[in-house]
């Protein structure tokens, strides 16, 4: 089974600064007969189901702000804020599709 | 728009069994594969299975496989999802997600607004 690891486990960014997550998977979720990369980032604010930001690791969905986007192949990946607003604050989740459904452990972003 | 919308919250005692409840609405119920996942409080998200909603067939995480059933009434638009043998590390909000595609993996672009379940003696 895939095993996907994020980075940090929280952090703390002041409000205007980038923040960096990264996953990494335990193996490469890189489908070489389309070349695109099975892996999504999501935000979980408290209370709320998960809300998708980005798919195929760099496809921002439709109406997510462009302060997020996502960068990586095969087994390392990034998700960036690239200004930190105070609506950001929650805790974004790395999901692996290119098998059964894996989610990472979170990070949390709080502001500082 | 495109909404699915759970049923409310469950209390059980250990060893009963709980079904939830997914009505989806604001597309073609039968060309989205609807899958569930978990969360425990304070855990990570944990994917338990899907069905396609057309032809009915299921797959699920071996974790849960015997445990839980994924049906659905296409006449209703809506999926449900059994767990048997409820024990307290059961209690978990427990979501329903849409894939835009008929069978499979895939990113999910709709959630419901989750179930919590809460496993008591």
């Known amino acids: 089974d895939i095993v996907l690891t994020q980075s940090p486990d929280s952090m703390a960014v002041s409000l205007g600064e980038r923040a960096t997550i990264n996953c990494k998977s335990s193996?490469?979720?890189?489908?070489?007969?389309?070349?695109?990369?099975?892996l999504a980032w999501y935000q979980q604010k408290p209370g709320q189901p998960p809300k998708l930001l980005i798919y195929?690791?760099?496809t921002r969905e439709s109406g997510v702000p462009d302060r997020f986007s996502g960068s990586g192949s095969g087994t390392d990946f990034t998700l960036t804020i690239s200004s930190l607003q105070a609506e950001d604050v929650a805790v974004y989740y790395c999901q692996q599709y290119y098998s059964d459904p894996v989610f990472g452990p979170g990070t949390k972003v709080d502001i500082k | 728009q495109v909404q699915l919308v759970q049923s409310g919250a469950e209390v059980r005692k250990p060893g009963a069994s709980v079904k939830v409840s997914c009505k989806a609405s604001g597309y073609s119920f039968t060309n989205c594969a609807v899958h569930w996942v978990r969360q425990a409080p304070g855990q990570r998200l944990e994917w338990m299975g899907w069905i396609n909603t057309g032809k009915g067939y299921t797959k699920y995480s071996q974790k849960f496989q015997g445990r839980v059933t994924i049906t659905r009434d296409t006449a209703a638009s809506t999926v449900y999802m059994e767990v048997s043998s409820l024990t307290s590390e059961d209690t978990a909000t427990y979501y329903c997600a849409r894939v835009k595609a008929v069978t499979g993996s895939l990113y999910f672009d709709y959630w419901g607004q989750g179930t919590l379940v809460t496993v008591s003696s």
């Open positions: 195929w690791a760099s």
């Open positions: 193996q490469s979720v890189l489908y070489g007969s389309n070349n695109k990369n099975y």
